[in-house]
């Protein structure tokens, strides 16, 4: 929703292999409920013209992601 993001290689995902997403990028703990807060997250996905989304960590991640999939099939 805030437009940061960090792009994934191999170099960047070595030191985290096999310990979740908690450790490589830390938990912003926000959730998306609202009307606003999914446009938010709907205009940075098409400024940074997204194909696709991987959503890492647990389960309010699990929760957001299952949100966005229903509110961006409307979108993309």
């Known amino acids: 929703m805030k ?3 960090v792009e994934l290689n ?23 409920e609202t009307p606003e807060q999914f446009k ?15 959503v890492i960590d647990g389960d309010d991640s699990n929760t957001n992601a299952c949100l966005l999939a229903e509110n961006f099939r409307y979108y993309f």
């Open 3 to 5: 437009c940061k993001y």
């Open 40 to 54: 938010q997250a709907e205009e940075t996905a098409k400024k940074l013209d997204l194909d696709g989304l991987v």
């Open 10 to 32: 191999a170099e960047y995902i070595q030191p985290y292999r096999n310990q979740g997403g908690f450790d490589m990028i830390c938990s912003g703990r926000d959730k998306i």
